[in-house]
């Protein structure tokens, strides 16, 4: 009896294992200068499977073991000497060292970093996740992951990876601080202070609220807009909804109404697959639609002290966001702590504004601080999902499941629920010219399965997955449970 058990269960687990598709339609957004976030670019990151050995590897090294997980590339401006070039390079070496010391990582993060003159000079860095990456969360919303968090949850099969994890650049023509510098001057930046802020945006700390319309000032903020993409901007666009990051399906106003629910709500807007004629249709229609109110009333809100907050699990920590700059600033609002709020504090590093004049060590000092890790800044990390040797098991996403046109029009002896989706195609005038409709029926699962229930039944192989959970559910009753 118990090697039945084992020899079914063996094969359940190889049914299940080669069921889960991940779509070759999944689209990642890349940000490639982080000086431009304003529009990540949709690309194509079909499923790729790993090969189980090669996931560390090639960068030769040991999780565990290693003092710094983190590799990096850098490239130097040549009108900067060697000596500030070797300074910089050794501050990220450092910087990887203190992330590696407070996260539990498993597999490597790669950033390409730059030392380069910037046109803004008042701008001393800036830093994004290389990749997006849409996964499925527990209350089955998709959301964009960045992809040195997504590389830690060591999927087998998982949408293709960018050749880096994060990009940064810094403004070489600012004045800055090394540690080891003799005494800081009042005007000089602090390096590690800004690259370890920056890295921290670069591991998810960033927003998809933003600005849809170059309206100045600023009218509105959406979660970033998933349109079919076209250079040529009097092409017809297909909408397909407004998406979120991880980071921002922790947030809440100081009322506690959760931003997901604003999301959630401005996907309203249309049905999925909506057709307009060209992109400045749909910008009108959007600003006629009840759903600008949404986005005005998120505006408001990043503009009004104290009532954003990010809400951090499972501790119910609250971690007041920078809501007030008015007006908003794109890349300072929303993305910070708050400086009223966190500035002189031990979690004074993700502030938007990096006080020159102060050695990293000075900082520690003043705020009565033992890490640049803030406290509040950790359960931060572990709420979106890292690891940390406090939070050794944090919430892990799953992957879009591949829904063939085969399985949709399999049919099922145990079917009794149908659903019935409509697709409407709008044109500029606003007037609704075709409507498709297509009916297909889903299955009713018993609650025995239903924690795989998505696995079971939305593939080519659900039946011979149903027939085997049903034969081991009964062996495992008359058995009275697992024996190995
Ligand atoms: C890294 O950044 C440099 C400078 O911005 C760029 O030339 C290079 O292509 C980047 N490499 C990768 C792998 O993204
Ligand atoms: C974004 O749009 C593409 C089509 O352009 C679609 O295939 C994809 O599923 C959409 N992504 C999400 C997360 O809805
Ligand atoms: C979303 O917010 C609206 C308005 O505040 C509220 O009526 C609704 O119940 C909320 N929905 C969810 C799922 O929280
Ligand atoms: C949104 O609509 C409500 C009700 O129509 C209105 O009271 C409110 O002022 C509007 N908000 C904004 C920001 O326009
Ligand atoms: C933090 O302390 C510095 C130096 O004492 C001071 O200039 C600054 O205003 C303080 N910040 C806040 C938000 O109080
Ligand atoms: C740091 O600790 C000292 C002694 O406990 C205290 O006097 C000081 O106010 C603290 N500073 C901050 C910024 O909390
Ligand atoms: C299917 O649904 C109908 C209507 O809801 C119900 O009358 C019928 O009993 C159901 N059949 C089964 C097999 O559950
Ligand atoms: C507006 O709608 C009408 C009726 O469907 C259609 O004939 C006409 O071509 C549309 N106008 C534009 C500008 O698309």
Redesign the pocket.
Known sequence: MPSIIYIISLIIFLSWSRNIIVSAETWCYDT?NPMDQDNPTPVRCPAVTEKSDNIYHDVGINPGASTNMFDI?F?CDPTTSQTTCDKAKESFEKAGEIFTSVLSLNTPIRI?A?LIPLSDDTTLGSAAPARLIPLKCKDKKIRNFPQSLVKQFQFSTHPEYA??DI?AVFNSKCNFYFEGDPTITPDQIGFLELIVHEIVHGLGLVTNWKPLLNSKPVSELTSALNLTSNSDSTQPVVYYGFIETIFDSFIVTNAGDKFSNFTEQLNDFTPYGTKFQDQSAFISAFINSPEYNISQMVLSYSQTAYSMVFLADPHSELVWLESNINPYSKGSSISHFSMEIYDNTTDFLMTYIQHPGRSLETALQQNNATCIIGPKLLYLLETIGYATPNNPNPQKPSLIEFHSTKSKTTSWKNSNTTTTTTTTTTDTNDTITTTDSQTTTKPTTSSLFSSTESIIFNNNYGWINLVISLSVGGLFFASGGWIF
Do not use: P
């Open positions: 490639v590339s490239t390409n730059s050749a880096v990009v």
